[in-house]
């Protein structure tokens, strides 16, 4: 552990402190955010005593990243979340911007730090050690991920960044400079397995006794994960964050009993309803939407942060000591579709059908027949054979059975030649709508 005295404290003396910790967020987004301080007051709470301690968390409205685009501006490239002086940021990272003006996200010295340290906790669970060497596939340039590969050396780590996009010089760097760790989408860890097996390289001989993937879903997905580790003959964990709160907020450790919440005492985590808003009691096994809250930020802090991003949650206790509750990512909104009132997410799809390994290969292409999320009956999906499978209507029929039986939806499963569809770099595409020829109507 990173941060033993921290990781196992026991949970309910972290919310305690936390408590503590919101309050006093609480009365610096009033003084310093006229985001927040101007959203706080319409709702109807006009002072930080009124807002309560986290108990009352759930009456606060929630914040949407729609709002925080539009508050930016040219006199406030930032937004008016801002809550620091210019002269106190140290670091400014930024997204694509789809409107025009990109997402900055803004870090004083004690927010980076505060990352920086959420990341080794989370990087530490997965069980590398000082002394170590790792490659990573992560870009830096202006996106969050730069905070998390600041982790490495303090972790006691020797860091080999070769980027996306640079497939050769990885396979060098493993075979000449042995690291023990490789961080990448699972993906990305896939398509090396594929590339590998073409050349006939021995990855499971290789130095690789680690694989830490996040960026994407599908770490964690067993089926994946088997793939991956027979693949690699390496362990894999997974890792889970998000750019506006912190990278690598959730790390998976060697129990590889999903993502324990490494930002204990940085940020605070609720669950609710995706559709209503309502909280969903954060039990063992239950489901829900996360929301964020910084509890000790400075730059831009945010407050009921919704991330779209849908998980399970595990609370009871992990034989690895730490005592923070486990998640699991099971899609997200931006990706999800409605099929028939049942919501579908591309990552259930790719596990339903990765459990017919060895006759796939794992790669999926979803393709919706309208554009939007609602979508008539069956969904189409394109599912690659292996190397040297052959297709026939009985794997095709077993997998629609499959899909059926475990995501109440109907499919129509369409299998293609190995080597047919896309690899990526970086995160995997699974859905594809170029077929897509109409909006959705309300029948879907």
């Known amino acids: 552990m990173f941060e033993p005295e921290i990781e196992t404290r026991p949970w309910a003396e972290q919310r305690e402190q936390d408590d503590a910790l919101y309050r006093e967020q609480i009365r610096y987004l009033f003084a310093k955010s006229r985001f927040f301080r101007d ?39 930032i937004g008016t979340h801002l809550a ?37 906790r989370s990087y530490a669970a997965s069980g590398v050690s000082p002394g170590q060497r790792i490659v990573t596939t992560y870009n830096a340039g ?4 730069g905070a998390a590969l600041d982790a490495f050396p303090r972790l006691g780590l020797c860091h080999i960044p070769v980027g996306t996009g640079n497939t050769e010089r990885l396979l060098a760097a493993i075979k000449l400079l042995k690291p023990q760790a490789l961080a990448c989408t699972p993906s990305y860890a896939l398509h090396l397995a594929e590339i590998g097996r073409d050349r006939g390289l021995d990855l499971r001989g290789s130095s690789i006794e680690r694989i830490m993937v996040a960026g994407e879903p599908g770490g964690g997905e067993p089926a994946m994960r088997t793939k ?49 808003g309502a909280p969903v009691p954060v039990a063992d096994g239950a489901k829900g939407e996360l929301v964020l809250t910084h509890l000790r930020h400075r730059g831009a802090p945010l407050l009921r942060f919704r991330t779209r991003d849908h998980a399970v949650i595990w609370t009871e206790p992990c034989a690895c000591g730490r005592t923070s509750p486990r998640v699991r990512c099971i899609g997200r909104t931006d990706d999800m579709l409605i099929v028939r009132g049942v919501n579908v997410f591309p990552s259930a799809v790719r596990e339903v059908v990765n459990r017919f390994a060895p006759a796939v290969s794992g790669v999926i292409s979803i393709r919706p027949s309208a554009k939007g999320v609602k979508q008539a009956p069956p969904l189409k999906v394109v599912v690659e054979l292996a190397e040297g499978a052959a297709p026939s209507d ?7 059975r499959d899909m059926r039986a475990t995501l109440v939806v109907s499919t129509a499963v369409q299998l293609v030649p190995a080597g047919t569809l896309p690899r990526s770099e970086y995160k995997s595409k699974l859905l594809d709508f170029s077929e897509a020829t109409s909006d959705a109507n309300g029948d879907a």
């Open 142 to 145: 202006p996106f969050v991920a």
């Open 228 to 276: 991956l580790q027979e693949a690699w003959n390496a362990r894999v964990t997974e890792a889970m964050g998000i750019g506006d709160i912190s990278v690598s907020l959730w790390g998976e450790c060697e129990h590889q009993q999903g993502m324990h919440f490494s930002g204990r005492g940085f940020v605070h985590f609720e669950l609710i309803d995706p559709e209503t």
């Open 394 to 400: 009985d794997l095709r029929e077993r997998i629609e």
């Open 84 to 120: 620091a002086p210019m002269e106190e940021v140290v670091r400014i990272f930024s997204t694509s911007g789809t409107t025009g003006i990109p997402s900055y996200i803004p870090l004083t010295a004690g927010d980076l730090d505060n990352w920086v340290r959420t990341s080794c």
């Open 39 to 77: 959203k706080l007051t319409a709702a109807g709470f006009t002072t930080p005593e009124a807002v309560g301690g986290l108990d009352d968390i759930s009456a606060l409205p929630l914040t949407e990243k729609d709002e925080l685009r539009r508050s930016r501006s040219e006199a406030d490239p």
